[in-house]
């Protein structure tokens, strides 16, 4: 089985005629949309014009960039790839700023409603232009929009493109051999302490040599952030992700105040575990990710493979045709390597029906529960198939909805079936994935949070946001952790701090998780028949708020109820956990 992707679906080489005339033909697409508001024909007519021209700027966009952005993710250093991003994302500008003209011009048609019903194709994407509509009143002036984009470009855009680099090519020195840093933070799954303890102090001494480039990226990406959400008009940028979230603070609220009453909940497991590695004063950060029980489970890709069509195909047999057919079309790259991002994502290129995966796979449960994560994503892109571009917009939070589904079913399955002698392992296996899911993600909430309003003053030193960041891990893992071995770098380490165009890239984990596991308890109620149920709402997430996608299955994502009933799901895997440990 290959381990590494295949891009030639997209283009041969940075060399192809293909990728070269999609280049040239991207401006043109760009002026075309810019002057379709103008001249003779009625505003339906112009609409259905600039949604056609949408279309086609979406695909280019998605090739051209994807294919940049994919060869950096595995070669961080190729020139070529940095060279037509650059020159991709100054096209972009160009489209945001089309799009703001598309978006001017739909707000000024008073019948807009009475435009949609006499076009199937303005129909087909009706909700999208009544967004368009709505969130018009937090563009930019035009008079700064093109300037401001521009500036981005050397600015958040810069400082994101040059973290992932320090990422992907910083080396750890770690027991006498150097080592990238996503191989290094892979031993934290590892089975020998010793491996595990030394890793982690090999790679909180390592971020000596980029903590000031890091620290210097991140701040610049979160004041450009404040800039930008004053100049959309927005009172935060908390607000103003919000609103890209299609979520309200009454949901985020809710949420917030569900998972706190639950931690000492997930203090109880932490310190639980901790007893069974021999700790007395709760988890050192660097056994969070210890396998326990009697035995742990290990997977070559070929076994990882063959058993995620086993337990996935009992949701259902497409589920697992689907799983296959990635395998063996070479859609995931799976090893840690120099030059490689850490970490996991999946990306679809829409109107080729095909998504492509990242992942450094080292052979865990825990390995094989993130392809299974990511497949989910591939299988949300697969049943958004065939839908007109501006319809697939997913907002953060239910952009995680199958990812979570997908870990959530490897999980049920895996335990439902697993010998006696493993179910201590998987349920912890499980939970801690869950715990960074809840408090880690909370912690980075509040990390996030505070550096927003910080940047307000003026810039964090590398102290300062070490300091943040060990408080934010006190305040929801608590005694959960060893004080004495926390993690002050985490800041650095993870890529979504350090995205220019998404903030508190962080809530939407929790979100996801325990939206999944609504979803997932209204399939174990219905079985089978919930499977079109499931996949006509992964369908839905582009077409509406959160809170109409929700409760399209009986969800009301602004009730604290729901969420404390899905945290109770998780504490009874905690309540299990500890009984078994307790008993050994």
Same mark, same amino acid.
């Given at each position: 089985?290959?381990?590494? #992707?295949?891009l030639?679906f ?22 075309r ?5 103008e001249?003779?024909?009625? *505003? ?10 949408s ?17 950096l993710?595995? *070669? ?8 037509y ?10 489209? /945001? ?7 001017r011009?739909v ?7 009475? !435009?949609?019903?006499?076009s199937?194709?303005?129909a ?6 009544r967004?368009?509509?709505?969130q ?11 300037w ?8 958040g ?7 992932d680099?320090? *990422?992907?090519t910083?080396?750890?020195? =770690? +027991?006498?051999?150097k ?53 959309r ?11 890209q ?10 949420? #917030?105040?569900?998972?706190e009453?639950?931690?000492?909940a997930?203090?109880? =497991? ?16 660097y056994?969070?990710f ?31 045709a ?18 490689? /991002? ?91 994935? !869950? ?6 993600i =909370? ?32 305040q ?14 985490? #800041? ?12 508190f ?35 839905? !997430? ?15 994502? +602004? ?16 309540? +299990? ?8």
């Amino acid at each position: 089985m290959e381990r590494t #992707w295949d891009l030639s679906f997209l283009y041969k080489s940075f060399d192809d005629p293909a990728f070269l005339q999609d280049l040239k033909a991207l401006p043109e697409d760009v002026r075309r949309l810019s002057s379709a508001t103008e001249g003779e024909g009625s *505003d339906v007519e112009k609409l259905e014009t600039m949604v056609s021209i949408s279309e086609d700027i979406t695909r280019r966009m998605e090739h051209l960039g994807g294919f940049c952005y994919f060869t950096l993710s595995v *070669d961080a250093e190729n020139a070529q790839a940095m060279r037509y991003l650059n020159q991709i994302q100054v096209l972009g500008n160009d489209v /945001s700023l089309a799009m703001s003209e598309v978006q001017r011009f739909v707000q000024k048609i008073g019948n807009l409603e009475e !435009c949609i019903a006499a076009s199937p194709l303005l129909a087909s994407c009706g909700f999208a232009l009544r967004e368009m509509k709505e969130q018009a009143c937090h563009l930019m002036d035009p008079a700064i929009e093109k300037w401001m984009l521009k500036m981005q470009l050397s600015g958040g855009q810069s400082f994101s493109r040059l973290r992932d680099q320090l *990422d992907a090519t910083h080396l750890v020195e =770690y +027991r006498g051999e150097k080592l990238p840093l996503s191989a290094v933070r892979g031993k934290a799954y590892d089975a020998d302490a010793g491996v595990r303890r030394d890793a982690y102090e090999a790679e909180l001494a390592s971020y000596k040599a980029i903590e000031l480039p890091m620290s210097y990226c991140l701040n610049s990406i979160k004041m450009e952030a404040r800039t930008l959400a004053e100049a959309r008009g927005y009172s935060s940028v908390l607000d103003m992700t919000l609103s890209q979230s299609r979520m309200d603070r009454e949901c985020l609220d809710a949420m #917030w105040s569900a998972i706190e009453e639950s931690l000492p909940a997930f203090r109880r =497991y932490l310190r639980k575990k901790g007893e069974l590695l021999g700790h007395s004063n709760g988890l050192p950060f660097y056994d969070l990710f210890a396998p326990v029980g009697n035995g742990s489970l290990h997977f070559t890709l070929e076994e990882a493979h063959q058993k995620l069509l086993e337990e996935m195909g009992k949701f259902t047999p497409d589920m697992a045709a689907f799983m296959d057919h990635a395998f063996l079309n070479r859609w995931i790259d799976v090893d840690p390597r120099p030059g490689k /991002s850490g970490g996991a994502f999946c990306a679809g290129i829409h109107d080729m029906d095909r998504s492509l995966i990242l992942t450094n796979f080292q052979g865990s449960f825990s390995d094989v529960s993130t392809l299974a994560h990511e497949l989910g994503h591939a299988w949300h892109n697969r049943c958004m198939a065939g839908l007109p571009a501006l319809m697939t917009q997913t907002p953060m939070p239910l952009a995680e909805t199958a990812s979570i589904f997908n870990e959530t079913v490897l999980s049920h399955q895996v335990l439902s079936s697993c010998p006696e002698s493993l179910e201590l392992n998987l349920l912890e296996s499980g939970l801690m994935e !869950c715990t960074q899911t809840v408090v880690d993600i =909370y912690s980075r909430f509040l990390f996030e949070r505070e550096v927003v309003d910080t940047r307000a003053d003026h810039a964090m030193s590398v102290d300062e946001l070490k300091d943040c960041m060990i408080r934010a891990q006190k305040q929801t893992y608590g005694n959960g952790l060893d004080p004495d071995f926390m993690h002050p770098y985490m #800041w650095a380490c993870k890529s979504h701090y350090y995205s220019s165009d998404l903030n508190f890239y962080n809530f939407p984990y929790a979100f996801g998780l325990l939206f999944g596991k609504g979803v997932f308890a209204r399939y174990l109620a219905e079985g089978a028949g919930f499977v079109p149920v499931y996949c006509q709402l992964l369908r839905s !997430c582009g077409s509406d708020t959160i809170t109409n996608v929700a409760a399209s299955v009986g969800i009301d994502v +602004r009730s604290r109820d729901f969420w404390r009933s899905s945290l109770r799901v998780i504490e009874k895997d905690i309540d +299990r956990f500890c009984d078994l440990a307790s008993a050994r």
